[in-house]
């Protein structure tokens, strides 16, 4: 059974940093890409970063770009989402996502609030 358990939110000041982790299991997670996504809200789903199985490439939604950075830890079955210089508008629901033998997982999310 996958599962996808995201951590790491929280109320951060604008300009403050917080790491997201998500951790998977159920599937050989060294296989497959992973993917963050966010949902602001009043707004719909958006990708944030994707990530590689072996993690050599990534890309990154261009309101993030320089600022955030996605890793992963095939050992560990962890994707991370570094979040640096927040502003208000990164306030959301982040979720990890991935995409075994073509069935869509998401987690449960965590919440990301950045407000002084």
């Known amino acids: 059974q996958v599962q996808l358990v995201e951590s790491g939110g929280g109320l951060v000041q604008p300009g403050g940093s917080l790491r997201l982790s998500c951790a998977a299991s159920?599937?050989?997670?060294?296989?497959?890409?992973m993917f963050w996504y966010r949902q602001a809200p009043g707004k719909e789903r958006e990708l944030v970063a994707t990530?590689?199985?072996?993690?050599?490439?990534?890309n990154y939604a261009d309101a993030v770009k320089g600022r955030f950075t996605i890793s992963r830890d095939n050992a560990q079955n962890t994707v991370y989402l570094q979040m640096n210089s927040l502003k208000s508008e990164d306030t959301a629901m982040y979720y990890c996502h991935t995409i075994p033998r073509g069935m869509n997982y998401w987690g449960k999310g965590t919440l990301v609030t950045v407000s002084s």
């Open positions: 990530i590689s199985n072996t993690g050599h490439t990534t």
């Open positions: 159920g599937f050989t997670f060294s296989t497959y890409a």
